[in-house]
């Protein structure tokens, strides 16, 4: 039973810090929130995609990449979302998802700032 209990505890106990305490994010009027789960919260909604992709090193999160696809409250309107984050500094692009080629594209791109808990 102990031999079991340590490599659990070692496990807990050796968890990055950034699994235990995450910080709200505000990017001009959306607000991520992790989850425990392991997805992002956007304004209180989880988004039907997301895709994490690293930019300089495995595990190095001040270097990251998130996007995401959100529906909204109208319906067939969706949002495609990227939070970048480099050397520490993040913003947030969105693009309001098409779908036909001939309607206008719409494009907003936000500074993040980190809120604290």
């Known amino acids: ?12 106990w050796l968890l990055p810090q950034h699994f235990v305490s995450a ?8 607000t991520l929130v992790p989850n425990d789960d392991g997805w992002m919260r956007i304004n209180g909604a989880k988004p039907e995609s997301q895709k994490i992709t690293f930019l300089k090193q495995k595990e190095d999160y001040r270097n990251i990449k ?6 909204t409250n109208q319906p067939g309107l969706w949002i495609g979302m990227e939070y970048v984050k480099l050397d520490g500094k993040a913003f947030l692009n969105t693009q309001q998802l098409r779908a036909s080629m001939n ?8 500074d993040c700032v980190r809120i604290k808990d």
């Open 23 to 30: 910080a709200v994010t505000k990017c001009g009027d959306f």
């Open 103 to 110: 309607a206008p594209r719409v494009f907003g791109t936000y």
């Open 1 to 12: 039973m102990m031999k079991k209990i340590i490599p659990v505890f070692l496990c807990l």
């Open 66 to 71: 998130i996007e995401w696809s959100m529906a």
